[in-house]
Structure formats: structure tokens, C-alpha cells
């Protein structure tokens, strides 16, 4: 058993929605659990996973833990950055890779140790690929703890060319009264009606437009 797992997520992401319940299954890996929402908390101990986390986490804090975790909803080394299943999504991809990887001194660059993928029928909006991309998350940093410490055998070093995405602002939500819902709805998919609501300007006016399923 390992002596100490820390979890660390931005205090405001959606992902610690399904940080308690886990916190309380990795008791069965570690004697101790910490759950932390700022990377200058970060102290010594076995493995570290950054879910939801944009912290960028300096050398002397990664050196804390044997091992620092992320999971990423990219083909790493492509779809680097930020909010890559947004971007993903946006470029027409219903097929969202994610990967569990080593976190290094640059940013998204360590070697990768398990790959799955989440698939999509193109209908699903952000609150339901969330749900799906915090249960895959949480299953491959399971998958990571079962077969520890076989698994760092399977590290692969990325390879090929890499590309990046920019965070996202609330302008990206901005639609085109001109055009189509047909034409806008993967921007309407991916839009936070609580955080970031889809708008458009008409006659002077600005106006919020929000989708949701009708069950």
C-alpha cells in the first residue's frame, strides 16, 4: 500500500463534482488521502493526480511525488493546452482520445501510460460530455493505482508534432444572427449556460441564448 495519494483541482472546476466519492475508494491504495486546491499545498508523497487543475506546477512541487498524474482529452502531443474536448468538439470530433500521462517540466509533455477514448453521438451537450469525461477520468487514474507499479513499463514519450489550444474567453460564445442553429450548434454544445452563455448582438442589443435537452 502506498503511503500517501494527493488529489489536487482548481477550486472552481466542474470535475470536483466527482472528487468526494472517489477521495473515500482510494482509501483501499494509500494510508493517507489529500485533497488540495492549490498547488503550493502540495507536500511529500507517492503519486499526485492533477484533474481540472490549470495551476502550471514548477519543477521543485513536481519533485514533491514519485509520480505527478494528469489526464488530458487529447492525442497528446497533439491538442495541447487549453479546454481540449471544447476544441475537439468544436472541430466537428465526436471521438475524444484522453490519455493519463507523467507531468513534466513543460507543459502537457510527459510520457503517456494509458490511452482511452470517449465517443459521442453529436447530440450530447457540455453538462452530459462532462459527465462522461469525469467518469473516464477517474476509471483510467483507477487503472493507474490497480496495475502500479507494472504500468510505468507501458510509458510511451510522445512523439510526432505539437499543437495547441488557447484558453477560451467569453467572446468565443459569441453567435452570428446571420447563420444557422444547424450551422452554430457544436458552439451551442460546448457553451456553459451558468459560466459562459451563448450570446449574439442585434440592433444594439446584446442577448444570452441557452440550450437545454428537452427530456
Same mark, same amino acid.
Given at each position: 500500500m502506498l503511503k500517501k495519494i494527493t488529489v489536487v483541482s482548481d477550486r472552481k472546476n466542474w470535475i470536483n463534482?466527482?472528487?468526494?466519492?472517489?477521495?473515500?475508494?482510494?482509501?483501499?491504495?494509500? $494510508?493517507?488521502? @489529500?485533497?488540495?486546491?492549490? @498547488?503550493?499545498? +502540495?507536500?511529500? &508523497?507517492?503519486?499526485?493526480?492533477? /484533474?481540472?487543475? $490549470?495551476?502550471? @506546477?514548477?519543477?521543485?512541487?513536481?519533485?514533491?511525488?514519485?509520480?505527478? +498524474?494528469? @489526464?488530458?482529452?487529447?492525442?497528446?502531443?497533439? &491538442?495541447? &493546452?487549453?479546454?481540449?474536448?471544447?476544441?475537439? =468538439? +468544436?472541430?466537428?470530433?465526436? $471521438? =475524444?482520445?484522453?490519455? /493519463?500521462? $507523467?507531468?513534466?517540466?513543460?507543459?502537457?509533455?510527459?510520457?503517456?501510460?494509458?490511452?482511452?477514448?470517449?465517443?459521442f453521438q453529436g447530440t450530447e451537450l457540455i453538462g452530459e460530455m462532462r459527465m462522461e469525461l469525469g467518469r473516464k477520468s477517474i476509471a483510467l487514474c483507477n487503472q493507474f493505482l490497480e496495475q502500479y507499479p507494472g504500468v510505468l513499463a507501458q510509458a510511451e514519450p510522445q512523439q510526432g508534432e505539437s499543437s495547441y489550444y488557447p484558453r477560451r474567453t467569453p467572446e468565443d460564445s459569441r453567435l452570428d444572427p446571420d447563420r444557422s442553429i444547424r450551422e452554430q450548434f457544436q458552439l451551442m454544445r460546448v457553451a456553459d449556460n451558468a459560466r459562459y452563455p451563448c450570446y449574439f448582438e442585434l440592433n444594439g442589443c446584446t442577448f444570452e441564448v441557452k440550450v437545454e435537452k428537452r427530456r
Open positions: 463534482d466527482f472528487i468526494p466519492k472517489w477521495l473515500y475508494s482510494l482509501k483501499k491504495y494509500a $494510508e493517507e488521502i @489529500v485533497w488540495t486546491h492549490d @498547488v503550493k499545498d +502540495l507536500t511529500s &508523497g507517492d503519486i499526485a493526480f492533477f /484533474l481540472g487543475c $490549470e495551476q502550471i @506546477v514548477p519543477p521543485a512541487l513536481l519533485a514533491l511525488n514519485s509520480h505527478n +498524474l494528469v @489526464v488530458h482529452a487529447s492525442d497528446l502531443p497533439k &491538442g495541447k &493546452g487549453w479546454s481540449p474536448l471544447t476544441w475537439k =468538439i +468544436l472541430q466537428g470530433d465526436n $471521438e =475524444i482520445p484522453v490519455v /493519463l500521462f $507523467e507531468a513534466a517540466d513543460k507543459v502537457d509533455n510527459g510520457p503517456i501510460y494509458l490511452r482511452e477514448k470517449l465517443v
